[in-house]
């Protein structure tokens, strides 16, 4: 992170922010590999709230000469204009991902917008404020897909496709999260929108101990997998995900589609088509979803994956 790669930083923040977007997005994302120097800083734009993300422990005087480069773009009026107040620096590299605040007062919660849907968000109190940025198209995905079906969201988290589902028309969504704060937290999105909470249902489950609560549900006409690459003794993804889509055939409709994600930067979409190829032979790859033009990642196929699969006509 040398005095380069740092004004290359100021500059891309100036004109993202000139003018400042319209609901949360990515501002900055070096991690796409695009930006020598800058490959393990994130910026996001959180409507009000500018919070940068450190993914590695950066050398004292780099994080030094990083702070006085905020501090000048806080002085500068493109941010003036753009209305921020809160500026959080997350070191996403220590176990409790400490979060500094260098300007306002960090909110204890905070709302987001996107696509006009309204999501809580916490700052400072975990790795993940919980929404993930880069899924906005996977979300919208749902949204414009989820008119009359029945659908279920495996790894839920924080319920951000349930949330589009109910507002695409779903007749119905089951969310599976063995964190029951984190379905707590998705109870609080759907209220926050206005939605019929009879629709929704929440499982707060380790999914391989509970396909038969999972399976009495359906059949699903959407199925909607987007796992953690690692979680300690409930999941990885390289051996896991395979054992999810072998039990596709037996949770899905006769028309059912399903979306598929994952976000391991070593793994390819491949990956995926291989695995519902060997393990549900009835489904066919239909498209990957785009990423997010703010997302951009120097390898084609690199970032963040979501396919989508249907049942053979």
């Keep these: 992170m040398n005095s380069d790669a740092l004004n290359t930083l100021m500059q891309h923040l100036l004109a993202a922010l000139a003018p400042a977007p319209e609901e949360t997005r990515r501002l900055f994302h070096g991690r796409g590999r695009r930006w020598p120097g800058l490959e393990q800083l994130t910026v996001d734009w959180m409507q009000?709230?500018?919070?940068?993300s450190l993914f590695k422990a950066p050398a004292p005087e780099e994080l030094e000469a990083l702070k006085r480069l905020l501090f000048d773009l806080v002085h500068d009026q493109v941010w003036k204009r753009s209305q921020a107040h809160t500026l959080l620096l997350q070191h996403r590299y220590l176990p409790d991902s400490h979060t500094e605040t260098l300007?306002?007062?960090?909110?204890q919660e905070w709302t987001l917008t996107e696509g006009g849907l309204r999501y809580l968000v916490d700052f400072g109190k975990k790795q993940n404020t919980g929404l993930f940025l880069?899924?906005?198209?996977?979300?919208?995905?749902?949204?414009?897909h989820a008119d009359g079906k029945?659908?279920?969201n495996l790894f839920a988290y924080t319920c951000g496709f349930s949330v589009a589902a109910i507002a695409g028309g779903a007749t119905s969504v089951?969310?599976?999260d063995m964190s029951r704060a984190a379905l707590s937290r998705?109870?609080?999105?759907h209220r926050l929108n206005g939605h019929d909470l009879s629709k929704v249902g929440f499982l707060g489950h380790e999914l391989f101990k509970s396909w038969g609560k999972v399976k009495s549900g359906g059949p699903y006409d959407l199925v909607i997998i987007d796992p953690p690459s690692f979680?300690?003794?409930?999941?990885?993804?390289?051996?896991?995900?395979?054992?999810v889509l072998r039990k596709l055939p037996e949770l899905l409709s006769g028309?059912?589609?399903?979306?598929?994600c994952m976000n391991d930067p070593a793994l390819g979409a491949e990956f995926l088509i291989e695995g519902v190829t060997r393990e549900a032979p009835g489904l066919r790859f239909e498209q990957r979803l785009d990423n997010p033009s703010e997302f951009a990642d120097v390898e084609p196929g690199g970032g963040l994956k979501a396919l989508v699969f249907r049942q053979r006509g």
């Design 186 to 189: 998705g109870r609080d999105n």
């Design 150 to 152: 029945r659908v279920l």
């Design 48 to 52: 009000g709230v500018v919070l940068v």
């Design 231 to 243: 979680q300690k003794g409930s999941f990885l993804l390289t051996k896991d995900y395979q054992r």
């Design 255 to 260: 028309e059912g589609t399903v979306l598929a």
């Design 134 to 144: 880069d899924m906005r198209y996977g979300r919208d995905w749902v949204r414009a």
């Design 103 to 107: 300007l306002g007062q960090m909110p």
């Design 174 to 176: 089951v969310n599976l």
